[in-house]
């Protein structure tokens, strides 16, 4: 690692660390503590709980320090089971209290994102297994692609609380499955929704009376928007080499391997150009309920929208077309990775992934996505030479 990433970590932490209380100061100031995302989720945090049955409650509920809260991961439940409880496993009473949190934390906006990836994933689920069933596993395929196939859809998503709402200032609720991995934090007054990981395939229904149906509408169209706006040289800035990735490079497992900032700089854009990449920023920022989305926002102003740069691989003029993009500041990190009908998105806060400014702690993720699946290949191969 050169000497200029291995300083970027600290910068950041330090500008972290000076900026988060006045951001949530201003953005603050004129709404009632009732109104704010934290009272609210803490709230339905509560209720959530005292929802559940003893033996329920062990399962979800775990201590705020503990690991498997930057352990989440975006793959199947197959290749990682999760901590806490599976929708599945929820009475009807306890899915609309789980809903309710999910409501309380995340704007309109982030609620329906959220809430149709699950449906979305019991339609991946069905169509696999359909595959499956006709034409049986093809080559490449992984050896669990059966036990893969069934463990999609959306009661396999698991939650899990981390801290006691309520009674403890800090706490957090993590939601994860395929293409997902939400982790929300709540510091006093103060509240956080970084880092989100949302995807998706099919990213666009393709067939039936829902056909052209998209959970995820508009990520990859501000960003082709952006760079459908910029002039030659500019485009030429913002390209980097390399192939598409199928994945967010800086996942889970990744957050202190950030980066240099390259590519096009926003200081280098005209001000319309300036007003789609706030588009675009806001896409993903305003997936937070308002008072959550307006501090991070104004976070990001103190630091400076001058300073964030926009890194681009893939087709430049079809939004179809196998791309990626990354957009990265001082207080924002967006990853977008598409491949046929099918994205992986992330948004970090460089300086307050998991509340850490907040918190006064530094996390770190233990695993990442390729050594779960890696673990869960190994571990079905050793199963099977066992019989």
Do not use: C
């Not at 599945?88 to 995340?106: E, G, V």
């Not at 859809?153 to 309520?166: D, L, Q, R, V």
């Amino acid at each position: 690692m050169s000497a200029k990433h291995t300083l970027m970590p600290t910068i950041i932490t330090i500008v972290a660390l000076l900026l988060p209380a006045a951001a949530w100061s201003q953005s603050h100031s004129n709404i009632p503590a009732a109104s704010t995302s934290a009272h609210q989720a803490t709230a339905a945090a509560t209720a959530f709980i005292a929802s559940l049955r003893p033996e329920q409650r062990a399962a979800v509920v775990h201590e705020l320090a503990d690991q498997e809260r930057t352990s989440w991961s975006n793959v199947p439940m197959y290749v990682h089971p999760r901590p806490g409880l599976r929708i599945r496993d929820l009475t009807n009473t306890q899915r609309q209290a789980m809903h309710a949190l999910l409501r309380a934390s995340l704007s309109s906006q982030g609620y329906e994102k959220v809430t149709g990836i699950f449906r979305l994933d019991s339609i991946h689920g069905a169509r696999s297994l359909a595959e499956l069933e006709e034409q049986g596993p093809l080559p490449g395929d992984r050896p669990f692609a059966q036990h893969e196939a069934e463990s999609f859809g959306s009661g396999s998503y698991a939650i899990s609380i981390y801290g006691e709402p309520g009674r403890e200032t800090n706490w957090g609720w993590l939601v994860q499955g395929h293409h997902m991995g939400i982790s929300f934090t709540v510091a006093g007054d103060r509240a956080t929704f970084a880092p989100m990981f949302l995807g998706a395939t099919p990213l666009v229904l393709d067939e039936g009376v829902h056909a052209g149906w998209s959970a995820l509408s508009h990520e990859v169209t501000r960003g082709a928007e952006l760079m459908a706006s910029l002039s030659p040289p500019q485009r030429a800035k913002a390209l980097e080499p390399g192939e598409v990735p199928g994945d967010a490079f800086y996942s889970v497992g990744h957050k202190h391997e950030l980066p240099a900032m390259t590519g096009l700089r926003s200081a280098d854009m005209d001000a319309g150009q300036r007003r789609l990449l706030r588009a675009l920023v806001e896409e993903y920022v305003r997936n937070a309920d308002f008072d959550v989305a307006e501090a991070q926002l104004q976070a990001i102003d103190d630091a400076g929208w001058d300073n964030i740069w926009l890194a681009w691989r893939g087709a430049t003029d079809d939004p179809a077309a196998p791309l990626y993009y990354r957009v990265h500041g001082a207080r924002i990190f967006i990853e977008l990775a598409q491949r046929t009908n099918h994205i992986h998105t992330l948004m970090r806060d460089p300086g307050n992934d998991y509340g850490e400014a907040w918190l006064g702690t530094t996390l770190k993720e233990p695993h990442t996505a390729r050594y779960r699946f890696e673990s869960a290949e190994r571990a079905y191969r050793e199963a099977n030479e066992a019989r």
